[in-house]
């Protein structure tokens, strides 16, 4: 069983780890601390293909025949069974 003293000796143990938990003391605070920055290699995280296509370019006339069939192949779609009208 324990006494008051024990349970009053727990709490000032609990306050005092409390304190020491938060955070730096006086004289860390006080201390000088070096830093010491440098570059690093740049990695590329995200990349995204552009969708504009110059009308002066092969690749124009290949990306508009494409775009006709895709617009084709929609619309032959949408008598088909399969056709689900959805929200983009």
């Known amino acids: ?3 008051s003293e024990d349970e009053e000796r727990k ?5 005092d780890a409390k304190k ?8 860390e605070l006080a201390a000088d601390v ?3 920055l440098k570059e690093t290699k740049t990695i590329t995280l995200l990349i995204i293909k552009g969708t ?7 690749e124009h006339t290949q990306a508009t ?3 006709k069939d895709y617009e084709t192949l929609k ?3 949408i008598g088909s069974d399969s056709y689900m009208n959805r929200g983009s």
């Open 1 to 3: 069983m324990e006494t």
């Open 11 to 15: 709490r000032k143990e609990e306050a």
């Open 20 to 27: 020491r938990k938060k955070g730096l003391s006086e004289a």
């Open 52 to 58: 504009a296509v110059n009308q002066d370019t092969e």
């Open 75 to 77: 619309q032959a779609k």
């Open 34 to 36: 070096d830093v010491n």
């Open 65 to 67: 025949q494409d775009n």
